[in-house]
């Protein structure tokens, strides 16, 4: 439709100046052809010049009439006088009788020239019967009829190859005008969504592309989502480089990377920091594509960028809490972790001696329960920045909770002496620091530090080694009337033998199977039981028990953790098919270590125990650490969706106290979030575990999982939790854990 629109107007501009030209130049031939006619009293031609004449002026004049009608009034006229000059002049005036076709092609169309051209054609045929037309053919005999047919048959040949040339010829223009015009409506839909795209989109020519060095571009165009983020008008950007928001804090690196890709003509991806034309700084996420022209020349690049302050500001958010302290800023245990890690393995080649610090305040707690919470609080930041203002950049202070820090000096010196002197004397500067009133609240404060001390590396320590070294040494000068510092000896290996004793022990329990599971509820907020978790217990031949805080993290220590993980599988199983033939059916959750869990038959395992005792896959929750799922993250996620396809469901437990990204919770198979308890002990009295369990919920919601809050044991804690829609409730308050007959009893009596 928009083709035919454009080539009747089209042939409404021809035939508007057509008009113009034929007025203007019969005017002037018209004249003086009626001028010479008269002298010769050739009134007939007078006539029909003033006729013609006069009829195309009134066609001009009438431009509100209908087009079709205007053209066939001057085809009309074109006939008329063909006719009349072939009368008067003779055959010399065919010409004027090709007009008629020829114009019916340009400005009708197809029919309508054909019909005049067969029109025109009898005309001539005709009128070469008539006496006074004296037509003459060389050669042939003195035949009227066939002098007039030689010459119609001529004239028609010539007539129609220029009749059909234009005809055609408007034709393919006709298809050719459609063609370009649903390319140009495509190509408008085009610009206007490229325009209106919420990425910014650059496009730019190659001006100089040399193998050598980066080609260099030019800005020739940019969308309104670029003027908006960027703050340029598009005028002010045009034959800029593509880079040329990169500022001082850009990373040189990344830069580097791009220009290599574009030197090589390769698409590249990167994350750039841009400045706008305000000099603020976003970040963005930048992909940058080649195009080439079809002789494989390049041409120009298209760069799209998407701005992620919003996701930069997660990142950091998330990094901040997986491996910094929220309180004091400092770098948390897992971080201290990780350097430890990198120092001992760097040892080897550095050939130093560094030393680990354990700080603990005295009587810190006295503190915080007379003052509360928010002066002790203060208390540990304002340590927090004593230590810090102490340390060189190489060494690390963290805090590893509570009132506990931590201090890691690198590379002391190359000998055990001189080493162990340096860090007493860092060690008694710290004392000192600590000893130093602490002013809160216009209060002073006075507390003092017991800092344990230990050398490394040390022949086949890891890092968790050297810091119950440290731990020991801290206890050590702990004993000895706090406010000291001691260094780890070897006499302190008692303490370690102990635990070793307690190794075998466990071993041995584990063997005869003296641990057990006990059961602790979970319930709505109507109270209804909506699951259950199986928690370890290890009870004495006295009738005491020893915790799990203790056992469990020498099973860790000891690999001992894989073997009581798989044993603690089989019983949830067992467990979850005795509640379902007593019509209890409960799911089911057990704590799954990370060890057991990266066990390469781990999956075999689960389904042997589901087969083994008939247990639907669906009554069981694994429950997870964070701190799983980072490490060797593409084998976890991969067994994590082989047990998924199972039905097994997925808890994260103590969830907020490790890494807790974003990227993970929306990668990985989960079914729900377990809030650490200590972060509802505090609920909803302290504002800021407050607020991170409103936030734990809040993006649980979003992302759909389900959140069950550990260690509830007040009314007022459950209130807050179901007021802001906690799905599970578990703690104290419900139900102590429990053997599993009277757990299934406890049931009984809650129908």
Known sequence: MAASNDLAHWRGQIFTRLLQAVLLLGVATAIPSALLAAREAIWSIVALDLLAIGWIGAIWHWRAMPYRWRVWQFLIVAYLVGVGLLLKIGPVSQIYMMLMPVLAALLLGMRPALSTLALTSLTIFFLGLHPDVALHVQGVPDSPVLRALIVALNFLFIAAVLTL????????????SQALSQLNADLRLTATALARLNDMVMIAEVADATAEATPATRIIFVNDAFERSSGYARAEVMGRSLLFQQGPATDAGELARVAAAMSRAQPARAELLNYNKGGKAYWVEAELVPFTDTDGKQTHWVAVEREIDERKKSEADIHRLAFYDVLTGLPNRRLLMDRIGHLLAAAPRDQSISALMFIDLDHFKHINDARGHATGDALLRLAGERLAQLMRKADTVARIGGDEFVVLLAHLANDLDSAARAAAQVAEKIRAAIARDFEIGAQSYHCSASIGVTLLPKMEQQAHDLLREADIAMYRAKAEGRNGIAFFEAAMQAGVERRLTLERALARALDNRELCLHVQPQVDRHGRVTGAELLMRWPQADGSHIAPGIFIPIAEESGLIVKLGHWALREACRAATVLAQAGSPVPLSVNVSPAQFRQPDFASRVQAALAEHG????????????????????????????????????????????????AYLTSMPLYELKIDKRFIDDTPHDARDTAIVQAIL???????LRVVAEGVETQEQADFLIAHDCDGLQGFLYARPMPLPDFMTWLAERR
């Open 165 to 176: 040339s234009c005809a055609f010829l408007l034709r393919y223009l006709e298809r050719s």
């Open 698 to 704: 809040a993006m649980a919601r979003h992302l759909g």
């Open 615 to 662: 247990t639907p896959a669906g009554t069981l929750i694994l429950e997870l650490t964070e701190g799983l799922l980072i490490d060797q993250r593409d084998a976890s996620l991969a067994r994590m969706r082989e047990l998924a396809e199972l039905g097994i469901r997925f808890s994260i437990d103590d969830f907020g106290t490790g890494y807790s990204s974003l």
